[in-house]
């Protein structure tokens, strides 16, 4: 069992940064893949970037490559999702998901999720 709690979501304008944490409960989270998916009003959660267990291997969708940054630190149970350069259309909550074996880019892989954070931007 893995519980995960996102925070750092917030205001911000266009062309600014955010940082998202994902904070995991459990001794075996260093054996989880983790993704970050976001959900806009009336649209469905799409997937945002994905870490491999070790922090050596990332993916990010086509609409935030360049522009955000997942990482990992395993001594702290938490994944980051450094959002840089943000745009009106990155609004959404934000979610953070976990998953044994292999990475993935479909939600429905994932057996763990977190509450979600409001990114607002403002234009």
């Known amino acids: 069992q893995v519980q995960l709690v996102e925070s750092g979501g917030g205001l911000v304008q266009a062309g600014g940064s955010l940082r998202l944490s994902c904070a995991a409960s459990?001794?075996?989270?260093?054996?989880?893949?983790m993704g970050w998916f976001r959900q806009a009003p009336g649209k469905e959660r799409e997937f945002v970037a994905h870490?491999?267990?070790?922090?050596?291997?990332?993916y990010y969708a086509d609409s935030v490559k360049g522009r955000f940054t997942i990482s990992r630190d395993n001594a702290k149970n938490t994944v980051y999702l450094q959002m840089n350069s943000l745009k009106p259309e990155d609004m959404a909550v934000y979610y953070c998901?976990?998953?044994?074996?292999?990475?993935?880019?479909?939600?429905?892989?994932?057996?763990?999720w977190g509450q979600g954070t409001q990114v607002t931007v403002s234009s």
């Open positions: 998901a976990a998953k044994l074996g292999s990475a993935s880019s479909f939600a429905r892989h994932y057996l763990y």
């Open positions: 459990g001794r075996t989270f260093s054996s989880y893949t």
């Open positions: 870490i491999n267990w070790s922090g050596t291997s990332t």
